[in-house]
Structure formats: structure tokens, C-alpha cells
Nanobody, 125 residues
Framework: VQLQASGGGLVQAGGFLRLSCAASGRTFGSYFMAWFLQAPGKEREFVASIRWNGAGGPYYADSVKGRFAVARDSARRNAVHLQMNNLKSEDTAVYYC?????????????????WGQGTQVTVSS
């Protein structure tokens, strides 16, 4: 299972970015996937999760509810995206796309078996 995240960049506070995660190597219909972030000097934190086939979730961290949206990518198979609106400086972090092939979408990073390489999001104030 390989995960490829993309779409990070530099944006001003109040702006938006759209991250994408493309998966390869397996059939992902029954998998869950999620986004985690890691800010400088901090531990990784759960951001959002959804089941690849759309039958579970989405679930969000309280800090991003109402601003971020995770969904399947209708244009690409085995891909999801994270739409991030009204970005804040505290959203600055490396964002990781992760997946697991067992039921559930826990918020602990240890419960996710597959990790992508991360994409940097920087929000300037």
C-alpha cells in the first residue's frame, strides 16, 4: 500500500488549500483513510477521516470542524482530498495521508498502518 499526498503550499491566513491523497497497491473500498498533521515541535494530531467507499464518516477534529472537509475524489479512483478553508496560522504543519484496512477511524496515530510522505502547509498571518 502506497499513499501519495500532494497540494501543500504557502497561503495567507483566511485562504484555502486542497490536499489530495492517491493510493495504490490494493483495493481500497473497505479501507479507512485519514489526515494527520504535525506542527513544528509537536506530536502528530488527528485532522479528519473517511472510509474510502464513503460508507463511514467523515469525522473531524474539533479544531477543523466547519473549516475542513474530507471527501472521495470523484474524478480519480482510490483518491481522497482534504479541502481546507479559512486557514489559520496554527494550521501550519506537515500533513500526512494515512490508511488502515480494519474497521474504525481512531484518532491515535498508532492505529494507522500506512503512511504517506507528508506535504507541507504554511499559513502566513
Amino acid at each position: 500500500v502506497q499513499l501519495q499526498a500532494s497540494g501543500g503550499g504557502l497561503v495567507q491566513a483566511g485562504g484555502f488549500l486542497r490536499l489530495s491523497c492517491a493510493a495504490s497497491g490494493r483495493t481500497f473500498g473497505s479501507y479507512f483513510m485519514a489526515w494527520f498533521l504535525q506542527a513544528p515541535g509537536k506530536e502528530r494530531e488527528f485532522v479528519a477521516s473517511i472510509r474510502w467507499n464513503g460508507a463511514g464518516g467523515p469525522y473531524y477534529a474539533d479544531s477543523v470542524k466547519g473549516r475542513f472537509a474530507v471527501a472521495r475524489d470523484s474524478a480519480r479512483r482510490n483518491a481522497v482530498h482534504l479541502q481546507m478553508n479559512n486557514l489559520k496560522s496554527e494550521d501550519t504543519a506537515v500533513y500526512y495521508c494515512v490508511a488502515r484496512n480494519v474497521p474504525g477511524a481512531p484518532t491515535s496515530e498508532a492505529e494507522w498502518a500506512y503512511w504517506g510522505q507528508g506535504t507541507q502547509v504554511t499559513v502566513s498571518s
